[in-house]
């Protein structure tokens, strides 16, 4: 015995497969504009040279 797909399972399948597909391409992605975020600023230890720091005050000898 062999199954065959009638015409309206075809059809069916066809309308299905196709509203899958344009959930699935209406659904993935940002929708808006790319973009790249600015960049963070750095530590400030990183930023100012070192020795930078006060030096702590010299007793006289």
């Given amino acids: 015995m ?3 797909a009638t015409p309206l399972l075809r059809g069916s ?11 699935g391409l209406a659904a993935c992605g940002y929708k808006g504009p790319l973009y790249l975020p600015p960049p ?3 530590p400030a ?3 100012e040279p070192p020795g930078h720091e006060a030096a702590p005050p010299t007793s006289p000898n």
């Fill in 2 to 4: 062999t199954l065959t």
């Fill in 13 to 23: 399948a066809r309308l299905l497969g196709g509203l899958v597909l344009a959930g």
């Fill in 40 to 42: 963070e600023d750095p």
């Fill in 45 to 47: 230890s990183l930023t």
